[in-house]
C-alpha cells in the first residue's frame, strides 16, 4: 500500500527547467516586439514608397491613397463626365452654396475622393460624382469636403495639401 505522500509525489509533472521557461518568455517578448515594430515601420516604409510612385507617376493619392491628384496638368482628364446639378433646383441655402462651389471648381473635386462611403455604395468616381445627383444636397460629408476644398483653394492652396486636409479631416 501507498502512503499518501507517494501518491502526490507520483501525480506530480516534472517541472520544466529554468533555462525552457526562459526561452519561452523571450520567444513571446520578441514576437511582441516584431509585431509591434513592424506596425511601426510599415507606414514609414509604405510612405517612402507611396512618395516615389507619386513622383514617378505624377499622380498623388495623399495619406488615404484614395485621391488622385494630377501633378502634371496639362495631363488631366475629367474621371466624372456628367454635368454638376443646377444650384438653384434646391432650397436650402447651404446646398445652394455647395452645388455652386462645384460648378465653379470641378477640376478640384474630379481629384479627391469621398469619405462619406459613395465611391463603394453607388459606384462614385470622385467628390465631382456627389455634386452630379442630389446626393451631396443630403450628405453633410460631401458638402463639408467641398467647402474646405473651397477655403483652401480661396487661400491659395495646393491641390495636394486639400487632398491631404481632407484625408486628416475625414478619413
Same mark, same amino acid.
Given at each position: 500500500?501507498? +502512503?499518501?505522500?507517494d *501518491?502526490?509525489?507520483?501525480?506530480?509533472?516534472?517541472?520544466?527547467?529554468?533555462?525552457?521557461?526562459?526561452?519561452?518568455?523571450?520567444? &513571446?517578448?520578441?514576437?511582441?516586439?516584431?509585431?509591434?515594430?513592424?506596425?511601426?515601420?510599415?507606414? #514609414?516604409?509604405?510612405?517612402?514608397?507611396?512618395?516615389?510612385?507619386?513622383?514617378?507617376? *505624377? #499622380?498623388?493619392?495623399?495619406?488615404?491613397?484614395?485621391?488622385? #491628384?494630377?501633378l502634371?496638368?496639362?495631363?488631366?482628364?475629367?474621371?466624372?463626365?456628367?454635368? &454638376?446639378?443646377?444650384?438653384?433646383?434646391?432650397?436650402?441655402?447651404?446646398?445652394?452654396?455647395?452645388?455652386?462651389?462645384?460648378?465653379?471648381?470641378?477640376?478640384?473635386?474630379?481629384?479627391?475622393?469621398?469619405?462619406c462611403?459613395c465611391?463603394?455604395?453607388?459606384?462614385?468616381?470622385?467628390?465631382?460624382? %456627389?455634386?452630379?445627383?442630389?446626393?451631396?444636397?443630403? %450628405?453633410?460629408? %460631401?458638402?463639408?469636403?467641398?467647402?474646405?476644398?473651397?477655403?483652401?483653394?480661396?487661400?491659395?492652396?495646393?491641390?495636394? +495639401?486639400?487632398?491631404?486636409?481632407?484625408?486628416?479631416?475625414? +478619413?
Amino acid at each position: 500500500m501507498t +502512503s499518501r505522500k507517494d *501518491r502526490k509525489t507520483s501525480q506530480r509533472q516534472p517541472k520544466a527547467g529554468k533555462s525552457s521557461n526562459f526561452k519561452i518568455r523571450l520567444s &513571446v517578448i520578441g514576437l511582441i516586439a516584431l509585431i509591434f515594430g513592424g506596425w511601426y515601420i510599415y507606414p #514609414v516604409f509604405n510612405q517612402t514608397a507611396h512618395a516615389e510612385a507619386s513622383r514617378k507617376n *505624377r #499622380v498623388y493619392r495623399g495619406a488615404s491613397m484614395m485621391h488622385e #491628384v494630377i501633378l502634371d496638368p496639362s495631363s488631366y482628364r475629367f474621371r466624372e463626365t456628367k454635368p &454638376v446639378l443646377d444650384p438653384m433646383g434646391f432650397q436650402n441655402l447651404r446646398q445652394i452654396k455647395a452645388y455652386t462651389l462645384a460648378k465653379q471648381m470641378p477640376r478640384v473635386l474630379d481629384q479627391l475622393f469621398c469619405f462619406c462611403g459613395c465611391a463603394m455604395s453607388i459606384g462614385h468616381k470622385s467628390l465631382l460624382s %456627389c455634386f452630379t445627383d442630389d446626393h451631396a444636397a443630403n %450628405c453633410d460629408i %460631401c458638402m463639408e469636403e467641398a467647402e474646405l476644398a473651397a477655403e483652401m483653394i480661396e487661400k491659395g492652396a495646393p491641390l495636394t +495639401s486639400i487632398a491631404d486636409a481632407i484625408d486628416r479631416d475625414f +478619413s
